[in-house]
């Protein structure tokens, strides 16, 4: 949720620090803050609430130093305020921490520290949870012990998952790094006689591309030259940084307005880019050199178990959709902060897919390990990331290759979990038996028509935005779908939320006469995705009902659909595609209403109010 930067090296901490939370505001942007310590050990610390433009106008009054740590704030404990952003130091002054994540005994320890402050007539100056690790750490260096024997400690009585940054006055050529459980990654960035520390790669990338991911345990003592990880158990040894491929290009917002149209326009690139050499047609195969898995499990499996959450999950209904009918075999989906805590039977045979873009959602994360822990059951991770939790968790994991998604709003990554998921159901059919050469071969080549359906779909954006101008105002939506596009209209109800503020519902149209149309009347416009296909009369019956309790109805529905542009208000086309994959063509449409909707209404895209891109607290 927050974003965490270290720097120790030979340059001014402030601006390199500053640097890296840009390109991490998109984990939090309530507050912010920097503490910099120069080699006689004088500490400087600025915080501000807001966003880091504030930030940056106080650094500028900043001593200099070079060590430092820094932090991008998504609330937990305390409401943003220039009091609660991070770091946090401890009351004696010496120690500074920035975290992620939520230390859940938080009172526990401050009523255990309250009698150390109350003898030195001091109090807690802000509302966090994360006040209490500097605290712990102080009381250690006061007893004796080295700072990384007191980090250790303090991270060692901490319940709950925590990413964390530390400096210390006293030791001013080191900065320290820990992870515990998943409350996202840690990154360590080498340079040349410079080392940085991020929550997430884009803050390194500008500098160095040999990096270290910190597992879950590991306390990282870093200096301008050199590693050292120091484990649960005592032991410490000198990683081996590896290479990353990815692009400093990639994640520059270029020509567009908002990293969320640049990444909708990349959809069609994501999504080819995704599928490249994993549906491959002489002879037909799916994920054939992609998916760890062996060919008994596969061949096993009886029933498979889709979850996620927000974006994710709605990619993880339509993938249920695509397991039953391309692979032939029962599926489900669950929300995975709910499947966990209800004793889910999963059953003998069972695949889990958790479709995950970060990689980092604790929600799913808590799944996956619960089902491991309880069944043991084989499970897939679909991810953006590389690396990330999700895939340790995971037996084996389909890597989407879309590049980093920057924007709050999930655009490319739904449509590269998309493929991702068509192609686990192809490989399933395949492995079992149920998809004759023939078939495989058709549905494949159907897949691989999806980044040019996507790619007609963003052609639509001018009628997108003349629809917002007509709609901006409105202070609800209703979504209505079918079949797969269910799922859809829920995603679509979802951006509508996430970005433009407005209350949206999506709904199945069937659905609809059951409660929802009571809400209906001229000032509540109603979206209706209906392509043609298996349902679209059903489709058609629900919206002749709709327009009978004269709500606005905009249809997206194939190009050159008389019928159905002639039936409602607004008509917007897209290409008519396959009847399972209508998802593709159907999507660019949905996020560009979304986001010209906030346009018109004047909303900052990219960061929306309330949110952060990487969920990694309960
Ligand atoms: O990283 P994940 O895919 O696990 O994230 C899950 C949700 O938090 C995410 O999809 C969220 O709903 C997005 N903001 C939607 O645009």
Known sequence: MCGIVGYVGHQSAGPILLEGLQRLEYRGYDSSGIAVIDRDGALAVMKREGKLRDLQAAIQQMPSGATGIGHTRWATHGQPSDRNAHPHASSSGDVIVVQNGIVENYRELRAELQDQLDAEGRSWHSDTDTEVIPELISKELIAGRSFEDALAYAVGRLRGANAIAAAHRGDPDRIYAARKGSAGGIVIGYGDGEMFVASDLPALLPHTTTVYHLEDGDIAVIDDRSVRIRQENRTSFQPT???????????????????????????????????RGRARLEPPSALADDLELPIETLRSIQRVLVIGMGTSLHAAMIGRWWIEQVAGIPADFDNASEFRFRAPLLGPSTLVVAVTQSGETIDTLGAMNHVRQHWGAPQVAVTNVEGSEATRQADASIILRCGPEVGVASTKTFVGSLAALYLLACRIGHAQGRLSPHVLTDRLEQLLTAPSLVERGIQRAERCAEIAQRFGTASNFLVLGRGIEYPLAMEAALKCKEISYVHAEGYAAGEMKHGPIALLDQEFPVIALAPRGPLFDKMTSAIQQ?????????AIGDEGDKDLSELVDHFIGVPPAPPLLTPFSLTPVIQLLAYQIALTRGLDIDQPRNLAKTVTVE
């Open 241 to 275: 940084p590896v290479q990353v491929d990815l692009d400093p290009v990639a994640i520059a917002r270029g020509p567009y307005r908002h990293f969320m149209l640049k990444e909708i326009h990349e959809q069609p690139r994501a999504l080819s880019d995704t599928i």
């Open 546 to 554: 709709v327009s009978a309790r004269r709500a606005p109805v905009i």
